[in-house]
């Protein structure tokens, strides 16, 4: 039996149906930038229904409290960063290839910063919605932080090949060098970064996008993986340094008895440094990791986040454990921001046993 306008003769018209939009995500055919799980430049804050919720987003409406999160730790990531380059840059006597790394590194923490405010600006600020510029600022967030964590495995190499080569590795180690290895690794991540904006997205294809979006399911597995693979490489160098400096300290100990002391307690502030070190990393990235190879852009969004952050947080802390707590850079800070050198500062030198 016939109901409503069709029973009366009416011409009946297919009602046109509303677009399914999940809680905080937003409309499928949007551009969007990581982190977002799926959001668009006029996305909705999570939580947030309704097709027009997200529309006025840059122009009073709902601003999601993730995104000036993930803005806040970008602009805390950037200017923190931007310090230890300046320090860098304006010190003669911080040349040496090992500041040249912790440089790079200060450096990617950098753009990961800028990109996160640039992500933001580009969801909120930017109108009209720009596919270009959406693209623009996750292809920066991914060589950011890929850059970033590359950075991390020079450093740890660098680490490891001065402790197993400790007489000739200084040597051998040439400015030149270091600085050949390092573009050569921005040129990779770089590289990295452009896939977006080369066709490697899913904007052509909702179904295929991860919680990166935009990028595609397999392509955040493939740099899942290979982030977990680069995790193991670095645990088993920072091992294997472990192992050299404990037998540094014994060698040291059994011909200058009356150090040994002082070498075990350099000792221990180095497998201190080792556990901080491996154990922020693991728990800034790893869990961001393993949620990119099992979920999809289907997962809630507030899961996404909350991963995300912390991950991000990690270019907050990377300063303070490779920039901020070596003396020569404590040195010239203190030069710079008091024009003097504390009596209590203490300069001693780097020893084998030092991680």
């Not at 340094?241 to 307690?265: L, W």
Request: net charge neutral.
């Amino acid at each position: 039996m016939l109901h409503g306008p069709a029973a009366m003769g009416e011409p009946w018209q297919p009602q046109p149906q509303q677009q399914q939009r999940l809680p905080g995500l937003g409309n499928a055919s949007e551009p969007s930038a990581w982190p977002s799980a799926a959001g668009g430049p006029g996305t909705a804050a999570p939580g947030g229904g309704g097709a027009g919720a997200g529309a006025g987003a840059g122009a009073g409406g709902a601003v999601s409290p993730w995104d000036i999160a993930l803005c806040a730790t970008g602009t805390a990531v950037a200017g923190e960063n931007a310090l230890v380059l300046a320090v860098l840059f304006y010190t003669p006597s911080l040349r040496a290839p090992m500041f040249l790394l912790i440089g790079s590194l200060a450096l990617a923490d950098l753009l990961a910063g800028l990109g996160l405010v640039a992500n933001f600006a580009v969801r909120y600020l930017l109108r009209p919605p720009s596919e270009a510029a959406e693209l623009g600022a996750a292809g920066l967030l991914l060589a950011a932080f890929s850059a970033s964590v590359c950075s991390l495995l020079a450093i740890t190499v660098d680490r490891y090949l001065s402790l197993y080569n400790a007489l000739t590795y200084h040597s051998e180690r040439t400015l030149g060098f270091t600085c050949a290895m390092v573009l050569l690794m921005w040129l990779l991540c770089l590289g990295v970064g452009l896939l977006p904006l080369l066709g490697w997205n899913c904007l052509r294809d909702q179904s295929a996008c991860s919680i990166l979006r935009p990028v595609t399911k397999d392509n955040a597995a493939v740099l899942a993986v290979t982030f977990l693979l680069l995790f193991a490489l670095m645990m088993q160098l920072y091992l294997q340094i472990c192992k050299i400096a404990f037998r540094h300290a014994q060698q040291i100990a059994v011909q200058h008895q009356f150090i040994a002391t002082a070498q075990a307690t350099s000792t221990r502030k180095g497998l201190s440094t080792l556990s901080l070190i491996l154990g922020t990393f693991a728990l800034c990235w790893i869990p961001f990791a393993i949620y990119s190879l099992v979920a999809d852009s289907s997962y809630p969004v507030v899961y996404t986040y909350s991963l995300a952050l912390p991950a991000t947080c990690n270019s907050l802390i990377n300063p303070i454990i490779y920039a901020f707590r070596n003396p020569d850079i404590q040195k010239s800070l203190w030069l710079a921001c008091c024009g003097c050198i504390p009596s209590t500062f203490s300069s001693r030198p780097r020893t084998s046993s030092d991680v």
